[in-house]
Every structure is written in C-alpha cells, then in structure tokens.
C-alpha cells in the first residue's frame, strides 16, 4: 500500500514536471471552407501531433473544395459544366468515382438524390432572393435526369447528352469530404474524433468511455435542440429548410430542390440520417427531405446499418423504429 503510495506520488510529480505541450489533450478548431464551417474536434496524446492533424484535415478539406466547388471556375466540376455537353471532359478518378456514385444513389432513390438537379437549380439565388418563374422551371426541368449523364471507366472522361445540363455536388461533397477527414486522422493514430462539414459529421470511436451527444436543432430557433442523439463510430447529417432560404408571398423557397418538380421540397422542416459513413448519410438526408417522412422510413426502417429523424411542418418529430424507445411492457405482462 505504502509502495503505491509512493508511487502515484512521484507520477504525479513526473506529470507535473512534464512541459504542458506533452499533455493529452481534447483539441478543436474550426475554419471556413467549402462555404461553410468546418470543425475538427480530437483527443490527442500529443497536442503537437494533434494540431499538425487538424492542419492535415483542413488542407485537405481545401484541396476537395478546389476539385468539386461549383462556385470556382476552374474546378474540374465547374470544367465539366461548361464543356461536357460539346465534348467528353476528363477528370480525376476521385471526382470522376463521386460522380458516379450520385448516380448510383439516384438509381437508387428513383431520383429523389439527382446531382443534375442543378440544371434548374442554378436559376435560385437565396441571398439575391430570385427564384424562376414556372416557365423558366418548364423550359430548365427536361435536362434535370443522371440517366443523361454518360461515363467512360477506361479515360475518366463525362459527357452530358443534353444541352443545359449541370451538375452540382453540394448534397454529398461535404459528407464525402467528413469521411476523407476520419480516414486521415485514423492514419495518423487519433482514436478519438469529430469532423463536421456543414450539415454533415462523422465520429471516429466514443468520447473516452461515454458517447458523444449530437444535436438536432429546431428548424426556427438555432438555440432550440429537438433531441439529442448518442453516437460513437458513426455519421449523421441534417438537411435543413432554413440553411439557405428566403421566404416570399408564405413560400420558403430553398435550397434543397426536388428534381422531379424543380421546387423546394417541402414535406419536412429537417431530415436527418444516422448511418456508417458520411458520404452515405450526406446523400440520403436529401433522398429523405425529397421523399418526406412516410417514404423515406419505409426504406430506412428495411435498413439496420441506418437511423432517421424527421422534423415535420408541424412541429412532429418522427423516428425510425432504431431509435423508438421498446414499446411500454403491458400491465400484467410476464417478466
Ligand atoms: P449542407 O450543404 O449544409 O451539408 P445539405 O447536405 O442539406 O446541406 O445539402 C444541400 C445541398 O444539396 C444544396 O445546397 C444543393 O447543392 C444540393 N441538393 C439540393 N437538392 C438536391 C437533390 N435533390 N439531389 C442532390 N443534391 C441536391
Ligand atoms: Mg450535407
């Protein structure tokens, strides 16, 4: 007893000698990339290695952003955009693979995810507020479809077959960005860890013994939260009617478009999904704001690796059956 006595002891005064820069530490920072803010949360054994991680994340959030943004001219994507319809463009494989996927998950979602959706999506401009007119949507909507998107495996080469296409990866370039994040950290041995883009978060391993707890915010009160949900080794994204939006004549016109009509969708306020990966959750919030509760729980509640929440126009909030509490034992019932 007296050994161990001794013992802690002298840790404790090796722990006190020690330089406060070796110390085991939470580390976080955010940044504004990608349009939006990013933040990078990690327990690091040595808060050195820790920061060069978060560098390591956020470069690497800036490269992505300069391969995929829509916004920059020069981007790949944006090269796609202004050439793919005259002549077949190419692309690095990493772009060139995302693309791919959006269309996998449009086959998917029987088009409810449509990375083409911005080819009537390019005609709103939420801080401007303009939306068009049903005629500029009649005459846009026809080249919002992924089956006119045309791939060649062999050159990493896109072609549009129609005129007027565009494409934009803003519902699942943030997700797929979070889990190029996680894997970079993992890399670099960090066990512990949050990486959150915009609406979109993955958590690498608990938070040192307990879950880590993550908010759904009330769609009209950023301070107000729904419900807080428990999460370790898993991703979540929200998508939000009141991220980028202007109202006009009791219509909220915004950001998140549903292809088969060229309107904001509106059957929900908030859909969020819980699943293994970001890129996957990313994609199937917008699958879930499109598609509305009823639908999309349909799919979801087939689906064990996958959680949904919904906050509807309302105020209901509606839960797959993963995160509906057991249903109250009967009175009487055999224990
Ligand atoms: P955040 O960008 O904050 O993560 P979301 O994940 O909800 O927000 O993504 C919204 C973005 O998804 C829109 O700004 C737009 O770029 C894109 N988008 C909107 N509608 C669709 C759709 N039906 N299919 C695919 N992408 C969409
Ligand atoms: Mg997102």
Redesign the pocket.
Known sequence: MHHRICLLFVLALLLGALPEAARAAWLDRTEAI???RVYVQLWADDPAAGNAAIDAVMADMRRIDELMS?YKPDSQLSQINQHAAEEWVQVDAELYDLIKL?TH??QITEG????T??SV?YLYNYPLHIHPTEDQIKAALPAVNWRYLQFDDATHTIHYARRGMRI????????YAVDHGIGILQQLGIRHALVT????SRILGDHLGRPWLVAIRHPDDPTKVVTRIPLSDAAI????DY??YFDENGVRYH?????HTGHS?SKVRSATIIGPTATQT??M???A??LGPERALEIINRMPQYDAVFVCPDGRVVYSNGLRPPAPRPPGAPH
């Not at 409810?112 to 990375?115: Q, S």
């Not at 883009?197 to 979109?200: C, H, L, R």
């Open positions: 990608m349009g939006t829509h959006s998950y449009s409810a995810f449509d990375i959706y911005a999506g934009d990866l803003g519902g699942i370039g943030k997700g883009a915009g609406g979109d994204s929200t998508s939000g991220e980028r950001h998140i478009i549903d292809p969708a990313d994609g919030s917008k699958t704001f499109v």
